[in-house]
């Protein structure tokens, strides 16, 4: 339905709707000329306060690759044509300061509110990363398991106070074609005015959860039982170790809580 209403309006509409998160890629690497046009299309996103606070890592050492798959044990973070680190970054914009001005940022660049700026900076550019690549017939997949051992991830990549690893991208040529993943129905996402009511989400999301179900148990590879509120539900119900990222941001001069 939502591809016969915009998909074909014109190319940019045609790639934001055809993506689907390539896991699979051929041993193809990316040109320095691929790899610009990603950086470029991703500097291009919209930037609060024009801080542009963010850096992005291109990890081309074939050894730091491999440490990196096997701390994720995730094979598409070495077979890739190029895998990028995006990072929250609140330290280059002060470069230009004095170690006066050095101090009177630090309460600044702790709060939570200019993390918040950063996050959605390294967003914003990350979507255009993925697009650009998609855009060039190459696949993509956002990976936050590369903070898996975020420690080990900081000091590989001598990241500065003020500077934190948020996901990796892999980009590549596709060597598969999976099925694209169905998404919430629309006015389960958009309401007007007000926040729509639990008893209208629940019918929405009750025909949804079916849907993703289907898709989980007929789709040509990863096949899956369940749907989607189960999965979600049962993810927040579990005891994850959070405090380890909340100590790691605390040693990294970024005292959110
Ligand atoms: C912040 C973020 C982190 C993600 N981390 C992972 C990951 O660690 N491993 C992975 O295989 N996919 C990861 N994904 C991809 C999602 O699983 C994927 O986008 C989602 O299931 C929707 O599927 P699609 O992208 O194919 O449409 C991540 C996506 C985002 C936005």
């Avoid at 051929?26 to 990603?38: G, M, S, V, W, Y």
């Avoid at 697009?131 to 590369?146: N, P, Q, R, T």
Wanted: one cysteine or more; proline letters at 4%.
């Amino acid at each position: 339905m939502r591809n016969e209403v915009v998909a074909t309006a014109n190319e940019v509409l045609a790639t934001i709707m055809n993506h689907r998160s390539i896991r699979k890629f051929t041993n193809e690497r990316l040109t320095q000329a691929q790899i610009a046009t990603i950086v470029q299309a991703a500097q291009m996103a919209a930037s609060s306060s024009f801080m542009q606070s963010y850096s992005i890592i291109g990890l081309t050492d074939p050894a730091l690759k491999r440490e990196l798959r096997d701390t994720t044990r995730t094979p598409y973070v070495e077979d890739n044509g190029h895998l990028f680190i995006f990072c929250a970054d609140l330290h280059r914009v002060g470069v230009m300061g004095s170690e006066e001005d050095q101090q009177q940022m630090s309460g600044m660049l702790a709060s939570a509110a200019f993390y918040q700026i950063a996050v959605v900076d390294a967003a914003l550019a990350a979507q255009n990363a993925v697009l650009a690549a998609e855009s060039m017939g190459l696949g993509a997949v956002i990976m936050g398991s590369v903070n898996r051992d975020i420690k080990r991830l900081d000091e590989m990549l001598q990241l500065p106070a003020h500077v934190m690893p948020l996901f990796g991208i892999a980009v590549g040529v596709p060597d598969q074609e999976p099925e694209i993943k169905p998404r919430l129905p629309m006015d389960a996402v958009y309401f007007e005015n007000r926040y729509a009511p639990d008893a209208e989400q629940r019918a929405r999301i009750e025909a949804y959860d079916l849907g993703i179900e289907r898709y989980y148990q007929t789709r040509s590879e990863n096949n899956r039982a369940g749907g989607w509120s189960g999965a979600n539900i049962a993810k927040l119900k579990t005891n994850m170790p959070l405090q380890g990222l909340t100590d790691f941001m605390r040693s990294k001069g970024l005292n959110v809580t």
